[in-house]
């Protein structure tokens, strides 16, 4: 690989750290750049995962306050989150390249629908916040497993079906709902991550471009947080999403 070509990934781990930071959904971006590089799609959303790992952290401690007495759900949502993340990596490992490959275009139009939606998801909960909802932790175990399962398997839009379980199952503000699927995310991506870094098809080389652009677009991002459109760059990486969707499948024909 180039040098051209590690700048490039660097730029993209740039912009998805700003993109999460802002807006969510960064992996639609990274992902396709990756792609283009010539790495296979497995190994990519396997390399995509650990490079990006770092950026949860950052997500993750900035909301810390915001966990105050969420110590009990942590306690009893953490260990099926993360066994349910486990398990979607498992399945992707086991998938196989080609089938995963298939799998891509439909993939991107999945998290691109949920992006799309997320900021109908946001009003919803702020709405159900107020009306005071009742909580049902039945409902919050299956449906935070579910999501991980698919945050495990693929990632991008993992974030939005998990905040939307929560919402489904607790009435609580957003900004504490949205600390608790950060903390959530933090540890089943580090579980996937250290899964795929065992057993996965890892390009390491790209691994420490990828996080540390990540880790630079993150920081650069949350200070612009004030100066920028979440919705605005939202779309934009749906539009992205849409557009790299369109050309696998093309290719597909």
């Known amino acids: 690989m180039s040098l051209s070509q590690f700048a490039l990934i660097g730029l993209a781990g740039?912009?998805?750290?700003?993109?999460?930071?802002?807006a969510g959904g960064g992996s639609l971006i990274s992902f396709p750049v990756l792609l283009a590089m010539g790495v296979p799609p497995?190994?990519?959303?396997?390399?995509?995962?650990?490079?990006?790992?770092?950026?949860?952290?950052?997500?993750?401690?900035?909301q810390r306050r915001d966990l105050h007495h969420q110590a009990a759900r942590l306690y009893v949502l953490l260990p099926i989150a993360v066994a349910c993340?486990?398990?979607?990596?498992?399945l992707l490992l086991h998938t196989g390249e080609q089938a995963f490959g298939r799998a891509v275009p439909w993939l991107i139009l999945g998290a691109c629908v949920l992006l799309s939606v997320q900021q109908r998801l946001r009003g919803w909960l702020?709405?159900?916040?107020?009306?005071?909802a009742g909580v049902s932790l039945?409902?919050?175990?299956?449906?935070?497993?579910?999501?991980?399962?698919?945050?495990?398997?693929?990632?991008?839009?993992?974030s939005v079906i998990v905040l939307a379980a929560l919402g489904?199952?607790?009435?609580?503000?957003?900004?504490?709902?949205?600390?608790?699927?950060?903390?959530?995310?933090?540890?089943?991506?580090?579980?996937?991550?250290?899964?795929?870094?065992?057993?996965?098809?890892?390009?390491?080389?790209?691994?420490?471009?990828?996080?540390?652009?990540?880790?630079?677009?993150?920081?650069?991002?949350?200070?612009?947080g004030r100066r920028l459109s979440p919705p605005l760059l939202r779309r934009v990486v749906v539009v992205l999403g849409l557009i790299v969707a369109a050309i696998y499948l093309w290719r597909a024909r």
């Open 42 to 62: 497995l190994s990519a959303n396997v390399t995509n995962t650990i490079g990006l790992c770092p950026g949860y952290l950052g997500a993750a401690l900035a």
């Open 126 to 132: 702020e709405r159900r916040e107020a009306a005071r």
């Open 14 to 22: 740039f912009a998805t750290g700003a993109v999460n930071a802002l």
């Open 168 to 224: 489904l199952s607790y009435t609580d503000t957003l900004p504490r709902l949205n600390a608790l699927k950060q903390a959530l995310s933090l540890a089943t991506n580090c579980a996937a991550a250290l899964l795929f870094a065992v057993s996965g098809p890892v390009h390491w080389r790209i691994v420490p471009v990828l996080a540390a652009g990540a880790l630079v677009g993150g920081a650069w991002g949350g200070r612009l």
């Open 85 to 90: 993340s486990v398990g979607g990596a498992l």
């Open 138 to 158: 039945a409902l919050a175990l299956p449906l935070v497993g579910a999501a991980n399962v698919y945050g495990g398997y693929f990632g991008a839009g993992a």
